[in-house]
């Protein structure tokens, strides 16, 4: 069973509005979690991360939160641009020297 | 080069054919990956090595079999493969086996026929 869930394989944002990507955990344990972008034909690249001892993480256009109670985080893009049209994977770690567990990512596409 | 390459980018193989998937990373880094993305799955993780020696190995069928002779470069030997296995094969690499983020590389596009 899927340990991290993306519920919403797409999403289209007007350029300059926010983006809102969403991403559910099922395992308590989890304390580290990481946002990843892919562009076609490239590997997947490091975005933002958070631990469980904060809420909110922030960089630049990118903000991601934290809701450990609901099991629950959501990357913010604020504001988007074409650019940022990827799609986007979240990855949950239980601990150091402990695996990621990834969602099967959001496409996000950015209109001009 | 820079960064984490793979090689060959895109592979065609029979079921009986027997094929290798190389990994480079010039960070660095003394922890370097294996994962599989099928369509419409999450990154399965398949190996890790961590200063060259298997640290993990996630109940990954014997017909792919991973080597890694120093921690800039990481195989993945493939034999008799499935049709099921056809899958994009992401490297990564990260300073350790510790939290933190991992480096793809662009991945292997492998087709089983």
């Known amino acids: 069973d899927q340990q991290v869930k993306q519920n919403s394989p797409s999403l289209s944002v007007q350029e300059g509005r926010i983006s809102i990507l969403n991403c559910d955990y099922t395992n308590s344990m989890f304390d580290y979690f990481l946002w990843y972008k892919k562009y076609p034909a490239e590997g997947p690249t490091f975005l933002i991360s958070i631990s469980s001892i904060k809420d909110k993480n922030e960089d630049g256009r990118f903000t991601v939160f934290l809701n450990k109670s609901a099991k629950h985080l959501s990357l913010h893009i604020v504001p988007s641009q074409p650019g940022d049209s990827a799609v986007y994977f979240c990855a949950a770690s239980a601990g150091t020297g402990n695996q990621f567990y990834f969602g099967t990512g959001t496409s996000l596409t950015v209109i001009p | 080069e820079t960064g984490v390459t793979q090689t060959p980018r895109h592979l065609v193989m029979g079921m009986t054919n027997k094929k290798s998937l190389k990994c480079e990373q010039h960070?660095?880094?003394?922890?370097m990956y294996w994962y599989k993305q099928s369509a419409k799955k999450p990154l399965e993780l398949m190996f890790v090595y961590n200063f060259k020696e298997q640290t993990e190995n996630n109940s990954v069928p014997s017909r792919f079999s991973p080597e890694c002779p120093n921690s800039s470069h990481l195989f993945l030997h493939l034999h008799t493969l499935q049709p099921e296995d056809s899958a994009l094969y992401l490297c990564?690499?990260?300073?350790?086996?510790?939290?933190?983020?991992?480096?793809f590389g662009p991945g292997t596009r492998l087709t089983v026929t």
């Open positions: 990564a690499s990260s300073q350790d086996w510790v939290q933190g983020e991992q480096y």
């Open positions: 960070l660095g880094h003394n922890a």
